[in-house]
């Protein structure tokens, strides 16, 4: 069965560390995205790509950044990690804008 | 930014009573989704329902949508104690077709058995 798997599930690390979550699919989505989740901010978009080499900017984008250099994959790096960073990051996948997404499980970072 | 909001932020019923989750929001859409997360786990798609819709069937869901009033309920009939979880709103919102979606805050339901 087709799937998006995140990993690692668990991360910590250190303020001012360079930090890349990966994210992989299966589902050969090009439409691929990021969230982050906070208590009492829901989820907020901080990258997307429609396709290979395409990226964007969600709402949420500072401090972090995407490459999308495969239909499979797209990896979050945090730049230089900071304890606002802390949080619970989903990626997520879909066939057609609009259409319902496909999400991962989550890693969850802390930032000390 | 936030657009949609849900009420109630949380839920606490008895196995077997209907569940009720609204969602209100602030511009016009495509098409609004729910999607559930049980806990420690990533979103899962319910129901999609377009703008041009008022109501939907899925199982022991029905999602209605009233445009005029922007906003959505969620019914959960005949809850299960499998159905605690929270839920979310998303909805797709004009411009079209950018794959954006906008998550409400969530209702945590709580069924007990």
């Known amino acids: 069965d087709a799937e998006i798997t995140q990993s690692p599930r668990h991360k910590i690390t250190e303020t001012g560390r360079q930090v890349t979550l990966a994210c992989h699919q299966t589902w050969n989505h090009n439409n691929m995205f990021w969230y982050r989740q906070d208590l009492g901010h829901g989820l907020r978009l901080i990258h997307y790509s429609y396709g290979v080499q395409d990226t964007n900017k969600g709402e949420v984008s500072d401090g972090y950044s995407v490459s999308r250099s495969n239909t499979e994959d797209l990896p979050l790096t945090l730049e230089s990690a900071a304890s606002s960073q802390t949080s619970v990051y989903f990626c997520?996948?879909?066939?057609?804008?609009?259409?319902?997404?496909?999400f991962g499980n989550g890693t969850r970072l802390t930032v000390t | 930014s936030q657009q949609g909001e849900e009420d109630p932020q949380a839920l606490s019923i008895q196995e077997g009573e209907n569940a009720t989750m609204n969602c209100s929001y602030k511009?016009?859409?495509?098409?609004l989704q729910w999607y559930r997360q049980n806990s420690g786990r990533g979103l899962v798609h319910l129901i999609l329902?377009?703008?041009?819709?008022r109501e939907k069937h899925s199982g022991r869901l029905r999602v209605t949508l009233d445009t005029s009033k922007k906003s959505s309920s969620l019914l959960i009939t005949a809850s299960r104690a499998a159905d605690t979880a929270s839920y979310f709103c998303?909805?797709?919102?004009?411009?079209?077709?950018?794959?954006?979606?906008?998550f409400g805050q969530g209702t945590t339901l709580q069924v007990k058995p």
């Open positions: 998303a909805t797709d919102a004009i411009p079209s077709n950018t794959g954006k979606l906008i």
């Open positions: 997520a996948s879909t066939s057609g804008l609009g259409s319902p997404l496909h």
């Open positions: 329902i377009r703008s041009n819709e």
């Open positions: 511009t016009s859409i495509n098409n």
